[in-house]
């Protein structure tokens, strides 16, 4: 499975972002996709993910101001970030794995190259 992100950049306090991520390969062995973002000197942190059935959870941190969706037919996945702040800056990956328990234990999941998103304040 091969993971390609795009959209990261660089906005103010306050803006937006639509971060998307495209699958390939043997995606019939996915069962759940999601995001991830590290900042520097930081451990990787859960951001959301969606099952195939759409159904998820999204982090408190962002809860409210990120919101994922995907197209199933395609295996993408997108990240809708809003009124970002400063503390949101980080490199965002996408992931993805059979099921979401093996996701949120990122010990065998699929990875993209990672997107960078930078806010200044």
């Not at 949101?88 to 996701?103: I, K, P, Q, V, W």
């Amino acid at each position: 499975v091969q993971l390609v992100e795009s959209g990261g950049g660089s906005v103010e306090t306050g803006g937006s972002l639509r971060l998307s991520c495209v699958a390939s390969g043997s995606i019939d062995s996915i069962g759940c996709m999601g995001w991830f973002r590290q900042a520097p000197g930081k451990d990787r942190e859960f951001i959301s993910f969606v099952r195939d059935d759409g159904t998820g959870t999204t982090a408190n941190a962002v809860k409210g101001r990120f919101t994922i969706s995907q197209d199933k037919a395609n295996k993408s996945l997108y990240l809708q970030m809003s009124s970002l702040k400063p503390e949101d800056a980080a490199t965002y990956f996408c992931a993805a794995a059979s099921n979401c328990g093996r996701l949120l234990r990122q010990t065998d999941n699929y990875w993209g190259q990672g997107t960078q998103v930078a806010v200044s304040s």
